[in-house]
């Protein structure tokens, strides 16, 4: 019970006083789609390599077997 209290005054705090809350989310979640579209761009690119797809083929099937 003292540690669900705890755990709301936290909670209150970070969310009504400072109203850090909705910033820091959406922050996060902005740095996570950044994050998705650099993953995205960077497999492109490699994808975009001839030689290497097939490598990875290959990879992916010595892998699966």
Known sequence: MLLNM?????????????????QCTNAYYSGALVALWFASTIVGAIDSIPLFTKLMEVVGLGYTL
């Open 6 to 22: 705890k755990w709301v005054f936290i909670s209150d705090e970070l969310m009504g006083m400072h109203g850090m809350g909705q």
